[in-house]
């Protein structure tokens, strides 16, 4: 078995690892954990930040590296992904077909992405990663198994596990929606990366505050990674920004502010959908502990350039203790939303005005296996000091296990009355690690 992407999740060991082939494993496996109480986890991709989501001590790990096959109806536009499969697997088993599931932005993440919401580049144009979601085969807490879709009797489930993680039960059969984005050779994207130096942070900051206001093109896409590597104990600037845009140049009216600012490197060029997924690589380093921490910003730039200051200041004490820390910035347009919406919904359901998504990811040294406590109180320091924006829900794939994502959602009464529904007894919450406040 693969070790999971964060080495705070390779330290706790399993009773048992039931790794299933077929549905009715998970069915058998679900029905015995909760007649006999046993905690539990689930794991597909392994990716999560977020210490014993994918893991427990002493407990059953359902684990579904052995459920990863891929199929696709070409005729209905449908494809159907077991949860074992990675993105990067996703995109090429289907690229022969021109299309591509939306997923995330590094290959080695998993299907769990899906479940917590998910953001891809294809995210501005056709929404969250999981409202490409048309229909999922569930194993309830209890062990029993339904089919969900937008219109049959489970509706309701079927839009709580949309954004709403792993509480709900679980998925052993997405079937998704794919987006037509061509093939490896069709270069109809253009963008790639550029590197900023340290003195550009701040106008990069106005620069995407004003981007997400203002920019109505959905066919354009962008991650802002404001990063520290510490060397020598000293944090060195790392500021990494994808731009993408589904056209043949980045047009200077959407991107003419990013690509004005003084930059040290770039490397943009005509690229295919896939080829866009991979200018991170694969996200499949292993050995490090990982830790995730969302917010989220809405209107004027100040809040997230007083974030921005407070993060430099957390790098610097940090630096002898962590191998790098980074401040990620997604830009949520209000065109994202309404297709989200048009598209039947999810669990998120922000208010209808663009934000920026937010999250700070610290990598801690190779093998390390606590977190130091002057980190850790540097972190909730951060969290405490940049709470999200009303109406501008928290990533729950990025944020941290402290933090109530579910509060910030649009949908959270929704949520919690699904839940009741369908987890009366509270046996997920009660034995197994996962989103809190439901
Ligand atoms: C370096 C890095 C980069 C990232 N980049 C992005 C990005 O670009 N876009 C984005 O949206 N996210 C991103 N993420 C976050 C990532 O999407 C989430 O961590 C996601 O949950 C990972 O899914 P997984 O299957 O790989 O992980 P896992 O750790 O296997 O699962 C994550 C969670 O989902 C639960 N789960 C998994 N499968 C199932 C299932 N079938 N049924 C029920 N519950 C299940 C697990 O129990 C766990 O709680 C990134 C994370 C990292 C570490």
Redesign the pocket.
């Known amino acids: 078995m693969r070790n ?3 080495f705070f999740n390779s330290i706790q060991r399993p009773a048992c690892v039931v790794v299933p082939r077929v549905d009715v494993h998970v069915q058998k496996a679900m029905a015995t954990i909760y007649h006999d109480r046993v905690r539990y ?10 210490t014993g ?2 893991s427990v001590q002493d407990g059953i790990l359902i684990f ?1 590296g052995k459920m990863k096959s891929i199929t696709y109806d070409e005729s209905r536009n449908r494809a159907t992904i077991q ?1 074992g499969v990675r993105w990067g697997e996703a995109l090429s088993q289907l690229e022969p077909y021109g299309v591509a599931p939306m997923g ?3 290959g080695d ?5 899906l ?6 580049y294809l995210a501005p144009e056709n929404g969250w ?1 999981t409202d490409g979601v048309t229909e999922m085969d569930v194993i309830l807490v209890d062990g029993r198994q339904v089919t969900v879709n937008a219109s049959n009797q489970y509706s309701d489930l079927f839009r709580a596990l949309k954004g709403g ?2 509480r709900f ?3 052993t059969r997405f079937e998704v929606e794919p987006i037509r984005v061509g093939r490896r050779s069709d270069k109809n994207w253009y963008g790639g990366v550029i590197l900023y130096p340290e003195s550009s942070a701040e106008a990069l900051i106005r620069a995407v505050h004003k981007f997400v206001q203002t920019n109505t093109d959905p066919k354009a896409a962008a991650l802002f990674i404001l990063g520290y590597v510490m060397q020598n104990g000293k944090p060195v600037a790392s500021h990494t920004v994808a731009y993408f845009y589904k056209g043949s140049s980045l047009p200077r009216d959407v991107f003419g502010d990013f690509l004005d600012i003084p930059h040290d490197f770039e490397s943009l060029a005509p690229m295919s959908y896939i080829e866009a997924t991979d200018v991170f690589g694969a ?1 499949d380093d292993r050995g490090f502990g ?1 830790r995730f921490s969302g917010t989220s910003f809405v209107g004027e730039p100040e809040k997230c350039l007083k974030a921005f200051r407070d993060f430099q200041r957390f790098a610097t004490e940090s630096a002898h203790a962590v191998n790098s820390t980074v401040f990620g910035l997604t830009p949520i347009p209000l065109h994202q939303i309404e297709t989200a919406r048009k598209k039947g919904g999810n669990a998120l359901q922000p208010a209808l005005r663009p934000y920026l998504s937010a999250h700070w ?1 610290t990598v801690f040294l190779e093998g390390q296996e606590q977190i130091p406590a002057k980190v850790e109180l540097g972190l909730k320091w951060l969290m405490r000091r940049n709470p999200p924006c009303s109406g501008a829900p928290l ?1 729950m ?2 944020s941290d296990a402290t933090q109530n994502v579910y509060a910030t959602y649009g949908d959270y009464e929704f949520l919690k009355h699904v839940y009741q529904k369908y987890d009366p007894t509270r046996f997920n919450v009660r034995y197994s690690q ?1 989103p809190i406040g439901l």
């Open positions: 999971p992407a964060s986890a689930v794991m597909s991709g392994g990716h999560t930040g977020m989501w994918n579904f949860p995330g932005r590094l993440i998993g299907t769990g992405l479940l917590g919401g998910g953001v891809s990663s993680g792993s039960g679980i998925v996200g990982h990811n990533d794939n990025e996962g």
